[in-house]
């Protein structure tokens, strides 16, 4: 990095635009250049901070003179601007590993196809309980390298999506986190589950003997794979079903964890329940742990969490129909979760961009919970086609307030309705926040 003075930033979201505001303080040359129109608020904070940009295209005779490229993670390896640049023979890394050069706190990184942001979040709340200078970063909505070009932390809860993993060089977390691999975004990843899986586990790849590798011992595909089992760093596992002799795991309704001493803690005492809601609070109770904190301040964080928006989040009961806003259920298997741990009489809200989506898994869990499923969205047909003769209805609506309405009026009392989409956003929004938003209001409009 010394002889590095001119740095390129693809990507003027969240994620550029911390990767910028970084290397200015850093004292480099830095150039940020984004394919679309960037948000105003963010225009104004690179003009404030004298970073030049352009927007609405990529000029690449602009970044031949970097030494460095910074990728922000929407953008996939395949872009035409990224490979030029390859050619030319210049370095390309993903915004995690441009924040983990100049990060000198303790990272927990945590990834997995579901319960990444629940998990990341549960973390830094038992951190921050402890009295930890902590910081919420990542995929959570808050770039890793933005919150370092606003100061040092000692601890990172770092949220690391696929996407973020796969430009990394020598990224190492202290404590790395695997919560569970189903197949998602294979339209990323040629359509090899093997590339996806290969992805995530990137994030033990530089671990050393003095790190920590949490991963969920239930999860066939984790336990299999030659990644975790090659990676040099301490491995614990967590599991419902199984006896740990180092980990995590459930017993007589019981999670206890097992590190240096036992510890234990009931069930019901947790804050979120749902089967895969105790994965999460396992994976975050060990991980911390292993850190040092106290069991009691576990405990104590554990059972006074508060859900984060948009995932199984309560919106409000009407007339005695409860209305769920899942919108960050962006897959199937996100979605099993959700449909596994609601009642009987569930109307399900469902339907967006489909990414290549099996329903299948679904099937046993429709035909014993979901008594009508809405669709919405460009595209309804896969829907109707695998949830026909499932659930006694299955109809559209032309968007998400007709389909709020639509359940409204098909609902009794003690009724489910939930938004659950299994899907991305893009067709009607902005993003799956903006989207469980619009729910939210629709249901206030009641």
Excluded at 316 to 331: E, V
Aim: proline share 2%; aromatic share 8%.
């Amino acid at each position: 990095m010394a002889n590095v003075k001119h740095i390129a930033i693809l990507g003027g979201g969240e994620s550029g635009l911390g990767a910028a505001l970084l290397a200015k303080k850093q004292g480099y040359t830095v150039w940020l250049s984004d394919g679309g129109t960037l948000k105003e608020e963010y225009r104004q904070k690179l003009e404030a901070a004298g970073i030049p940009f352009e927007e609405g295209g990529h000029t690449l005779e602009a970044m031949t003179q970097s030494d460095i490229v910074v990728k922000s993670p929407g953008i996939p390896s395949e872009a035409a601007i990224l490979q030029a640049l390859k050619q030319q023979g210049k370095e390309i890394i993903s915004e995690v590993e441009w924040a983990y050069r100049h990060c000198q706190g303790t990272i927990i990184a945590i990834t997995g196809t579901n319960g990444k942001t629940t998990t990341t979040h549960l973390v830094y709340h038992i951190l921050k309980n402890a009295g930890k200078k902590v910081a919420l970063v990542g995929n959570v909505g808050y770039s890793f390298s933005g919150s370092l070009a606003q100061g040092q932390h000692d601890y990172y809860a770092l949220e690391t999506s696929s996407f973020q993993l796969d430009d990394i060089v020598h990224f190492k977390p202290q404590v790395a986190i695997v919560l569970n691999v189903t197949p998602d975004h294979l339209e990323r990843y040629q359509n090899s589950v093997e590339k996806y899986y290969a992805a995530k586990y990137r994030i033990t790849e530089n671990q050393q003997e003095e790190d920590v590798l949490i991963y969920n011992f239930d999860d066939p595909a984790l336990r299999s794979t030659s990644a975790l089992s090659q990676s040099k760093a301490q491995v614990y596992g967590f599991s419902q079903k199984e006896i740990l002799s180092q980990g995590a795991y459930l017993k007589n309704d019981q999670i206890l964890i097992h590190t240096q001493n036992q510890e234990k803690m009931n069930i019901e005492e947790l804050a979120l329940q749902g089967k895969h809601n105790r994965y999460n609070s396992m994976a975050a109770g060990l991980a911390t742990r292993l850190l040092g904190i106290r069991k009691e301040v576990i405990r104590e964080s554990l059972a006074n969490f508060e859900n984060i928006e948009h995932r199984l989040e309560p919106v409000l009961q009407i007339y005695g129909i409860n209305f769920i806003n899942d919108s960050k259920a962006t897959n199937v298997n996100s979605t099993w979760y959700a449909l596994e741990s609601m009642p009987q009489d569930t109307i399900w809200i469902a339907g967006g961009v489909d990414k290549g989506n099996d329903y299948s898994e679904l099937y046993g869990l429709v035909e014993k919970k979901v008594k009508a499923l809405i669709c919405i969205g460009d595209d309804t047909a896969k829907l109707h086609k695998a949830f026909t003769g499932k659930t006694p209805l299955v109809i559209d609506a032309s968007n998400l307030e007709e389909a709020v309405r639509m359940a409204y009026k098909m609902g009794q009392k003690g009724d489910t309705v939930l938004l659950s989409p299994a899907c991305a956003s893009f067709d009607q929004f902005e993003n799956y926040e903006d989207r469980g938003r619009q729910f939210k209001q629709a249901v206030r409009n009641l």
